[in-house]
């Protein structure tokens, strides 16, 4: 098994993001996502980045760990494990309350078609 990959998650006429773990869970309404990205360096230590559908923002957690797994994200609540491979450790985020201390906002570019957000299908 080797070292976690990561690629450009893209939601189509939305946004793009670099560096994306290929691991990441939606809220139950579907407003936000939850993704780990790796920054850049040696180290390659990720951070987990919080996209706001509706409000057309990206937050950055001011936390950082060799690996993020996104493991739920219900009723506002994101579930994260640590290094799930050795020493796991459950981080819990409360969003949005959490955004303000937790988090801190990046720019992000949208496409120009994301004037709105997505039809989640629910009625």
């Keep these: 098994m080797g070292n976690p990959t990561s690629g450009t ?17 939606w809220s139950d309404d579907s407003r936000y996502l939850a993704v780990p990205q790796f920054g850049g360096g040696f ?10 559908m509706l409000e057309r923002r990206v937050y950055r957690s001011k936390g950082k760990a060799p690996y993020f797994q996104p493991e739920s994200f219900r009723e506002g609540e994101v579930v994260v494990t640590e290094n799930p491979s050795r020493r ?12 303000g201390d937790r988090f801190s906002v990046v720019a992000a570019q949208w496409s120009e078609g ?7 299908g629910s009625a």
């Design 88 to 99: 796991p450790r459950e981080i819990r985020f409360h969003i949005p309350g959490d955004l």
């Design 9 to 25: 998650l893209r939601i189509e006429g939305t946004i793009q993001l670099e560096r994306c773990s290929p691991a990441f869970v």
């Design 43 to 52: 180290l390659r230590r990720q951070r987990l980045l919080i996209v706001d």
């Design 114 to 120: 994301a004037a709105e957000a997505p039809d989640t």
